[in-house]
């Protein structure tokens, strides 16, 4: 069975604390591993897809990377706009595209 | 291009009753899906379809029933609401492995 789990569950950071995210996984398989954003009453926001160990992605002041076993998102300089709920999901191989197994999510807040 | 679009917003049921979720999405994409979201239970998918006139279950697919009679909609249904069915509904839709979200449907079941 495939598992995500993320950690911590809440992170607070003031403005301009660089910290990272954790995503560890078990699948089948890796065919993808997404992260997303989420803002409270909203539906989540694609941020990267990373498809083999030793990639990353960047986008503004977040990074992905992953490794066989996890997956890191670097938040470098944060600011308020950046508090969200941060999800990771991993796909297994020989699943349909999209079909995702989430994990339960990081609250990240950012105080200015 | 209005993305992913979900209806109703917000539903009251009482157990037993019966309701219909609408997820209609204006990128053509083939693939959509049915999650619940639980506190602390993260996003779970319910029912997905690879296709118009597929559909195929998920984690935890009891209790709801879906169709995909037009490649733009994807319809949830609940036969008869239990209180275990009380979450937050997200539809979406992807193309290639980049999934597209709609913004929610709220349901309580009393």
């Known amino acids: 069975e495939d598992q995500v789990t993320q950690s911590p569950e809440a992170l607070r950071l003031q403005e301009g604390e660089s910290s990272s995210l954790n995503c560890s996984y078990t699948?089948?398989?890796?065919?993808?591993l997404f992260w997303y954003r989420q803002d409270p009453g909203k539906g989540p926001e694609f941020l990267f897809t990373l498809y083999s160990a030793g990639e990353e992605k960047e986008k503004e002041r977040l990074k992905a990377t992953l490794t066989k076993k996890e997956s890191f998102l670097h938040i470098t300089a944060p600011k308020p706009e950046d508090s969200a709920t941060y999800l990771c999901a991993v796909q297994a191989g020989g699943t349909s595209y999209g079909k995702l197994t989430f994990g339960q999510g990081t609250i990240l807040t950012v105080h200015p | 291009n209005a993305g992913v679009t979900q209806t109703p917003k917000f539903r009251v049921l009482k157990t037993g009753q019966s309701m219909t979720l609408l997820c209609a999405q204006d990128m053509n994409h083939e693939y959509m899906y049915w999650y619940r979201q639980d506190p602390g239970m993260g996003l779970r998918l319910i029912h997905y379809?690879?296709?118009?006139?597929?559909?195929a279950k998920g984690e935890v697919p009891d209790g709801y029933n879906v169709s995909r009679l037009k490649k733009q909609n994807f319809l949830l249904g609940l036969e008869s609401a239990a209180p275990s069915q009380t979450s937050v509904y997200f539809c979406?839709?992807?193309?290639?492995?980049?999934?597209?979200f709609g913004p929610g449907t709220r349901l309580t079941v009393l």
């Open positions: 699948v089948s398989g890796l065919r993808g």
């Open positions: 979406a839709s992807c193309s290639y492995n980049e999934q597209f």
């Open positions: 379809s690879v296709g118009e006139g597929t559909t």
